[in-house]
């Protein structure tokens, strides 16, 4: 039986255990994150989505990414993943990438520092 969109994401919403624990905590990250309560389809974009429809769902998404007391954690496990889909620690899957891109380029500058040194 297929299943409309949001009930196979609401699984992808919080990761399983593969993301790091909390240090703080006893239990993984994810058991405290915001987004278990709310409406998985708020992160994932439905097929054919408008894009105002979109961008009105990414701010949505990211207002609650903004009081998840997780939200550095998910975000960490977005980008070290890396997860292609959705939005994650109030990043959407482009921002992601850029910040990806970002710390690729520092990366190489810093080798290329340490072998000149």
Do not use: N
Not at 24 to 42: F, S, T
Not at 81 to 106: D, F, K, N, Q, S
């Amino acid at each position: 039986m297929l299943h409309p969109p949001h009930h196979s994401l609401q699984v992808t919403a919080v990761p399983p255990q593969r993301g790091p624990a909390r240090e703080d905590q006893a239990g993984p990250w994810h058991a405290e994150a915001v987004c278990r309560r709310d409406e998985a389809g708020l992160f994932f974009a439905p097929s054919k989505e408008p894009t105002a429809a979109r961008l009105s769902r990414e701010e949505a998404a990211k207002r609650v990414c903004a009081r998840c007391p997780v939200m550095v954690e998910c975000r960490e496990h977005a980008l070290l993943m890396p997860e292609p889909y959705g939005v994650w620690g109030g990043l959407t899957a482009a921002e992601r990438r850029v910040v990806i891109a970002r710390r690729r380029r520092r990366e190489v500058e810093l080798k290329k520092a340490a072998s000149a040194a």
